[in-house]
């Protein structure tokens, strides 16, 4: 059983930056491909960014790019999501995941296990 706990959320203007963190109870980064995910109110929970497992390959959807970052310290079972230019349409509940896919994969059904979720608002 993995638990996943994310921290980081907050408010924060638009055009500015948080950084999000999801410990894990066990080593991830050789055992589990981790992604991020958000909910926003009536949408459906999509893919944000992913890293796969041995952190090699990431990926993010389009509207992220170049704005967010994933990333992981092996030692502390961490994986990271570096937020900048954040913009309103960013707002949502943040999730943090793990497959125990190798490959990264963006569907929600793929990951086994999920953390609490944090919630990001973005005020314009």
């Known amino acids: 059983q993995v638990q996943l706990v994310e921290t980081g959320g907050g408010l924060v203007q638009a055009g500015g930056s948080l950084r999000l963190s999801c410990a894990a109870s066990?080593?991830?980064?050789?055992?589990?491909?981790m992604g991020w995910f958000r909910q926003a109110p009536g949408k459906e929970r999509e893919f944000v960014a992913g890293i796969n497992r041995g952190g090699l390959s990431t990926d993010y959807i389009d509207s992220v790019k170049g704005r967010f970052a994933i990333s992981g310290d092996k030692a502390k079972n961490t994986v990271y999501l570096q937020m900048n230019s954040l913009k309103p349409e960013d707002t949502a509940v943040y999730y943090c995941?793990?497959?125990?896919?190798?490959?990264?994969?963006?569907?929600?059904?793929?990951?086994?296990?999920w953390g609490q979720g944090t919630q990001v608002t973005v005020s314009s």
């Open positions: 995941a793990a497959s125990s896919n190798s490959r990264l994969t963006y569907l929600a059904s793929t990951y086994d296990y």
């Open positions: 066990v080593r991830t980064f050789s055992s589990y491909s």
